[in-house]
Structure formats: C-alpha cells, structure tokens
C-alpha cells in the first residue's frame, strides 16, 4: 500500500491533531528504522496505522477484545490500552493488510511485550518520541534515540511506569515484563 493511499485511510479515522501526530510518528519511524536497520516500509506502514482505532468507541473495542478472545486483562488495566490491539485487529479486517510484523508493531506499540522486535521497537519509540510530544523526560529520551535504540526505551518505559504509579495507575502486565526484559537483555 502506498503512502498517501494509507494516510487518506488513516485521517478518516482521526482527529486532525491526532493525524499531525501520526505523521510525526511515521517520519520518526522511518528515521529510526533507517539508523538502526528495520524495515523502512513496514515502519511506516505501522506507524500510519497504530492509532486506527483510537477514537472508536469504547463500547466497541471491549467488544472486540471478548469476541477475538484478545487477553481478558487488556480490559482491566484502562481504555488507554484497548485501542492498540483492536487497532491491529481492525486494519486487518477492514484495510486488508494482513503482514504480521506489521500488525503485531500496531498491537504493541503502548504495553510493549517481552522479545519486542525491531519493528515492535521502532513503532514503540517513533510514538514516544514524535517532535510533537512534549512532556517531562521526552527530549533526553530522543538524545537517547541517537545514540542506542534500547538505552531510549528504557528510559521511555521507566519513565512512563514512574508516570503511572506516580499517579496511582495500574500498570499493565506486558509493559512491566517489556522493561524488565529490556534491562536483562542489557546488563
């Protein structure tokens, strides 16, 4: 599929800030998968589509995490989660795209899972660290991004679990075990 072809599919289904947002995640994506060797056409191609679902109601994506017998705890943890998975289950279904690289860089671009791929890595920073986020921690984590892709996931990880106990969130189990990974493989 080509680029303009995906991103007309994609802004159907988006607020505009949230389809500036893509496109900061796709061209972030493309870089990284440039410099650290991953597919360039299968990060952009995620990065179009890994926020596909993220307006749809919330109703539906519950919905469709019972019926695709998705992991029942996705529905425990917070809305936030849902839009991820269901978002690779729905470009599947109604956009055709059926390359699993692709589909599982969409379904874990926010928990993060253990043995995340390049692909999965790339999507995962390229979201954290599109030019239009601003947040505590977020320009050290793209210094990071310069120099080794796993030190800047770390960091992003570390600091989105310290955000979310820091506010009294749960924490997803797969984003737990992705860091705990993350640092094992690094030691």
Do not use: C, W
């Not at 106990?165 to 030691?187: E, G, M, R, S, W």
């Amino acid at each position: 599929m080509k680029r303009e072809e995906a991103l007309e599919i994609v802004k159907k289904q988006l607020t505009e800030r949230r389809y500036v947002h893509t496109v900061g995640v796709t061209e972030t994506a493309i870089d990284l998968a440039k410099q650290y060797g991953a597919d360039v056409k299968k990060a952009e191609l995620a990065a179009i589509f890994h926020d596909y679902a993220k307006f749809r109601p919330i109703e539906e994506m519950k919905d469709i995490v019972i019926s695709e017998k998705m992991p029942a705890d996705l529905l425990e943890y917070g809305e936030e989660l849902l839009h991820a998975p269901v978002g690779a289950y729905l470009v599947r279904k109604e956009v055709g795209i059926i390359d699993p690289e692709v589909l599982a860089a969409i379904a874990y671009h926010t928990s993060g899972r253990v043995n995340m791929t390049l692909l999965d890595k790339v999507v995962f920073l390229a979201d954290y660290i599109e030019p239009g986020r601003s947040f505590p921690g977020v320009e050290e984590v793209r210094q990071l991004a310069k120099e080794n892709l796993d030190s800047a996931l770390i960091l992003a990880v570390s600091n989105t679990l310290a955000f979310l106990i820091k506010n009294n969130q749960a924490v997803y189990p797969d984003t737990f075990h992705f860091y705990n990974d993350l640092i094992l493989q690094h030691k």
